[in-house]
């Protein structure tokens, strides 16, 4: 399971440092000032400062840059995922425990005349502590390689678009829209760690042809996920994106894939064709805090799978009012199986992300542990707040209910899943150190009784420090 980034360190923005244009040689002795005295005096020794900067050991050519990323977290459930009885003795429903990463990288980029060749190559190293959830996995850790990959990109050489072609393959990130289907193309938790922290993203294999001429981007690409090893699914895919971008705040895009999986370990995905529509628009220059969200997400394959899900988001933020509230409403539908049928309704999440607070983890306590988007209709209430430029902070309310009930069991009859309330906030410290907390609190409803022999309400807390570089 994975985590995307938003302002904290797996979502946040790596400051961009150590660029280096050339390495040569800083002279200082340049042309010593003359004396009036007939002898000329001798030319000063350069000060400490005045002296050639040191190597870095990188070929002279091309753009280099480092970026280093770390992350530590502590987690803590009062009531955790289990029945109202704990399996041990102790009857203690509790679990703590504490997640770090670390992710160096270094990417460079070379001219050719007028376009470019680049490429990055990171490692991220991650390690789960102390007693967490089995969800989570037990204390594991594990480092190896994330970005590994070559590009070239057409620059200023072609037509009047800058870069109006651009080819990736290696080892590197591809995602559509906000993460609803397509968004982490590696695996966490188990025996690799890290399941909060989400520092590997990259796709095992991935490569991409983009065309981006004007507002206009054209995507082809080939996909094989990387998956924890107890959990391997062979999932691959092949797909083609469309997006337009019109102005500023709005993008249209559609997309369709076609995806591949181990046939005994995933078969309604072994085949699957997966058609997305999305559009993300502020339309109205008149009320440029009114925005838009609609997704809309079709599943096939044969006889076997038919489903359905799309969501809808309405938001306004209120720019001229301190703190500058935002207000928005989701409502969130993924088909469950109808056991009256041959056909498989139950959608598919495929490989979703973390775009922002919410999405598309719904519920840091639900989401995050013992729901998916499946099976599920969700809704959500966000208010966001700024109370300055380096914090963030806000409340999400949810309500989850089931699609088709009796497929959770043939004794559940009620569709209330639960209802949670989540309070985060993200405060940027300075350039490179970020920090988020968060609450959350789960009340389960009558099918997670009926289902799971869980009535205890589930509480939740989560500190998590990172640094960018």
Known sequence: MNRA???????????????????????????????????????????????EERSTGLPKKGIWTFNLDVGLGGFGFQNSLYTNVRPDPSGDLSDNWAESYAKPAISAVFGI??????????AAGERTFAAPPPRVGESASSFKVEDLHLGWRSGTSLGGSENLLDFTVGRAQYTLGHGLVLWD????????????????????????????????????????????????????????????????????????????????????????????????TSPFKRLPGLSFELEYVRETNGDRLASDAFNALVGYEFASIVWTPKLSYRYAWFEGDDASTAT??????????????????????????????????????????????????????????????????????????????????????????????????????????????????????????????
């Open 5 to 51: 980034q938003s302002v904290r360190p797996r979502r946040g923005a790596t400051l961009r440092a150590c660029a280096l244009a050339t390495l040569g040689m800083l002279l200082a002795a340049g042309a010593v000032a003359q004396e009036t005295q007939p002898t000329p005096t001798p030319a000063p020794t350069p000060a400490p400062d005045e002296e």
């Open 113 to 122: 005349g007028a376009s470019e060749l680049y490429g990055k190559i990171s």
């Open 185 to 280: 193309g590696a695996g966490e938790g188990g025996s690799r760690g890290g399941y909060w922290s989400n520092a590997r993203k990259a796709w095992e294999f991935a490569a991409i042809g983009r065309l981006k001429p004007g507002s206009h981007t054209f995507e082809a690409f080939y996909l094989d996920r990387d998956d924890v090893p107890e959990s391997e699914t062979d999932t691959r895919l092949w797909g083609a994106n469309y997006e337009l971008a019109v102005g500023e705040k709005s993008t249209f895009g559609v997309s369709y894939l076609k995806l591949y999986a181990d046939p005994d370990e995933l078969p309604d995905r072994d085949g699957m064709n997966v058609f997305d529509a999305r559009a993300f």
């Open 344 to 469: 498989n309704e139950s959608f598919d999440s495929l490989v979703p992300g973390f775009y922002d607070w919410g999405t598309w983890w719904q519920g840091e306590i639900a989401g995050e542990y013992f729901l998916s988007n499946s099976n599920l209709v969700s809704h959500q209430v966000r208010l966001h707040l700024t109370p300055s430029e380096s914090i963030g902070t806000g409340l999400l309310f949810f309500k989850f209910k089931a699609d088709k009930a009796a497929a959770f069991g043939r004794d559940v009859t009620s569709d209330d899943i639960a209802f949670e309330i989540n309070w985060y906030t993200d405060w940027k410290i300075n350039e490179n150190f970020t920090v988020s907390v968060l609450g959350a609190f789960n009340n389960p409803g009558e099918l997670v009784a009926q289902a799971y022999r869980r009535t205890e309400n589930f509480t939740y807390g989560m500190i998590y420090l990172g640094y960018s570089y």
